[in-house]
């Protein structure tokens, strides 16, 4: 029972352009959504989150969209570098059960030059 | 300011053998994850800690996987006898409560 979804296996993007990458989730007790990124041999990196009470919350070129109606999240990414050629990781967790995440199967993004 | 830290970083060992992974969190970090990467099934949460002790082992796939945070500041995910299907890469996390889990770069496991 998959409660976080990515469904774009992988994402291909021109460097200057938006990346979007993309996240469902069916459990509405979620209340805490986060995102990290991946690079080969090393552990995921902390990106960006957001609360169930905002809709939106930006970082510099990061900003993660969620819509609770229809259980859907986004990383917008602009605009996007070479750098930023990785995997992707959307996550969530319900705050009264503490700091247990529950995480996507990810999304590789690659940024052509 | 030194992150998580896990050893070793690769293991290559024959099936039976038993295998030690270990993890140093965080300093002051009291949540502690163990967590294993597959293809197949991705991101999975094995099990936490939270002030070293045991909150949620629901993940563990077997009685051969035991986990122990004897102190604040080390851990290690046991597996006895080991199986080629335990091949994978395992992750130690920690953080604090209500913060994002910080990672550290993985043991790489190979059973042959």
């Known amino acids: 029972d998959q409660q976080v979804k990515q469904n774009s296996p992988s994402l291909s993007v021109q460097e200057g352009r938006i990346s979007i990458l993309n996240c469902d989730y069916t459990n509405s007790m979620f209340d805490y959504f986060l995102w990290y990124k991946k690079y080969p041999a090393e552990g995921p990196t902390f990106l960006i989150s957001i609360s169930s009470i905002k809709d939106k919350n930006e970082d510099g070129r990061f900003t993660v969209f969620l819509n609770k109606s229809a259980k859907h999240l986004s990383l917008h990414i602009v605009p996007s570098q070479p750098g930023d050629s990785a995997v992707y990781f959307c996550a969530a967790k319900k705050s009264e059960y503490g700091n247990k995440l529950v995480f996507g199967a990810g999304t590789i993004l690659r940024v052509k030059s | 300011d030194a992150g998580v830290i896990q050893s070793p970083r690769h293991e290559v060992t024959e099936m039976g053998q038993e295998v030690t992974l270990r993890c140093k969190p965080i300093s002051g970090h009291d949540y502690l994850f163990w967590y294993r990467q597959t293809m197949m099934r991705g991101l999975e949460l094995l099990i936490y800690f939270n002030n070293n002790v045991p909150i949620d082992d629901s993940g563990m796939p077997e009685d051969r996987f035991s986990a122990k945070m004897p102190n604040a500041s080390f851990s290690t995910l046991k597996i006895q006898p080991s199986e080629p299907r335990d091949s994978a890469v395992y992750f130690c996390?920690?953080?604090?409560?209500?913060?994002?889990?910080?990672f550290g770069d993985g043991t790489r496991l190979s059973i042959l």
């Open positions: 996390a920690s953080s604090f409560i209500g913060g994002p889990q910080h």
